[in-house]
């Protein structure tokens, strides 16, 4: 424990390593004045309002619409969406005037949120839907939903997936609890809209400090004398794997629930318990979870990528002796995939799915329609995930350790 105590010391003994760590928090002020500068109340005059009595006032406003979205709701919902739209406020062409029709509709414009996803084409959203709809068509909101699939997988989608996987993506429609149950929830849409940038940021940073946990020896040309102790092929060599996994552990758990605690001590915890359906960011999802069961994807499939990147750049240390080459590692594996993305290639989007710059967006991959075929069974990328990169992972550390402990000492 000693000879890991002095690896991670010598870590946190460099200037670079105190300022990488001065550079997270600086990360997590700007994220939390953009989250307080973006959640706005309106109020009846058309002025914006920010700041945190200004969120205690939209939360106040939105929990009068708290419960099960049961027909009636919608219905209602719809009923005053359509009267506010009638309003000369909503109808005016001056800016000012239809922020004051847009205050009378912000406790409800989740749901709105929700009837402009569900009434429209499955890959379009008018803003303005919502106002030419009949309280009566409240009756199909649910049926909607999985009608709107259906029709995407029979036109645009129907190149996209086998038969396998446009039945498995269905039945993941039809599994959704109804009524859907809604509640304030803006303390964890701001969560894990920000949460992709906070892990990666803290992977790159983690990646620079163990970047010389390796390589240090060999840059000093210390190498020769740690080789030759006692313990430095065996214990010494542990010590350095250790404190890698130390400083890792410590460090992105501490910066996560510190981000945790600030952004829903501000915005609050309401809403852990509602589908991630019950907002238009997770509408479309087809994993049947809580906001909750989201967060703990989250930050656990974060921890896990960030462990995967940082035995990566270790491993890269300990094989070539340079501190240099092995911090790009996180930066390849991160900003590589982006170049990538966005390709109507089913195919390179199934690769683009596995790699591990998806563990550290968990809330985009519970969004995508990622589907894998494995032994005649349909196959969603979360589990997949989670599995591939644990065997790796278990993998990669024993290939350190026997990398390290077997360096030739040159003069």
Same mark, same amino acid.
């Given at each position: ?16 390593? =105190? ?31 920010? *700041? ?23 219905? =209602? ?13 909503? =109808? ?23 009837? &402009? ?33 259906? &029709? ?10 086998? #038969? =396998? ?8 429609? #039809? ?36 970047? *010389? ?37 410590? @460090? ?15 915005? *609050? ?133 026997? @990398?390290?402990?077997?360096? #030739?000492?040159?003069?």
């Amino acid at each position: 424990m000693i000879m890991t105590y002095y690896e991670i010391k010598k870590v946190f003994s460099k200037k670079g390593s =105190k300022v990488a760590l001065i550079f997270i928090f600086i990360v997590i002020s700007v994220v939390l004045s953009f989250i307080i500068g973006d959640n706005k109340y309106v109020n009846r005059n058309g002025d914006a309002e920010s *700041g945190i009595s200004a969120m205690l006032k939209v939360r106040e406003l939105k929990k009068e619409w708290s419960g099960e979205l049961t027909e009636d709701v919608l219905r =209602k919902i719809i009923e005053e969406n359509v009267r506010i739209s009638q309003t000369p406020e909503a =109808k005016s062409n001056d800016f000012r005037q239809n922020d004051i029709a847009y205050s009378q509709r912000q406790g409800f414009m989740d749901i709105r949120d929700l009837l &402009n996803c569900d009434y429209g084409e499955f890959n379009d959203y008018n803003y303005y839907l919502a106002d030419s709809l009949s309280p009566d068509e409240a009756v199909d909101f649910y049926s909607n939903r999985i009608k709107n699939l259906k &029709n995407w997988l029979e036109t645009d989608g129907k190149d996209q997936f086998s #038969e =396998k996987e446009k039945s498995y993506l269905i039945r993941a429609y #039809e599994k959704m609890k109804t009524p859907l149950y809604y509640n304030y929830q803006a303390g964890w849409k701001n969560l894990f809209q920000y949460s992709p940038s906070i892990i990666m940021i803290l992977t790159l940073v983690l990646g620079f400090l163990c970047a *010389g946990i390796f390589s240090g020896e060999f840059q000093l040309k210390a190498n020769a004398v740690f080789y030759s102790s006692y313990y430095g092929r065996n214990k010494a060599v542990w010590a350095k794997v250790k404190a890698g996994a130390i400083i890792i552990t410590a @460090i992105y758990w501490a910066v996560m629930l510190l981000y945790t605690m600030l952004v829903l001590g501000i915005l *609050g915890v309401d809403g852990a318990n509602c589908p991630i359906q019950s907002s238009m960011s997770g509408w479309k999802s087809i994993y049947n979870i809580t906001n909750a069961q989201e967060y703990i994807l989250i930050v656990l499939g974060g921890y896990l990528g960030c462990l995967f990147m940082q035995s990566l750049t270790m491993l890269v240390s300990a094989k070539t002796n340079s501190s240099v080459i092995a911090v790009i590692v996180p930066f390849i594996l991160i900003f590589l995939p982006s170049f990538l993305s966005g390709t109507s290639l089913p195919l390179l989007n199934k690769i683009l799915g596995l790699l591990p710059d998806q563990m550290l967006q968990m809330n985009q991959v519970v969004k995508f329609f990622n589907l894998y075929e494995i032994g005649g069974k349909v196959f969603c990328a979360v589990p997949i995930l989670i599995i591939s990169y644990s065997i790796l992972l278990l993998l990669i550390v024993p290939v350190i350790y026997f @990398i390290y402990r077997r360096k #030739e000492v040159y003069n």
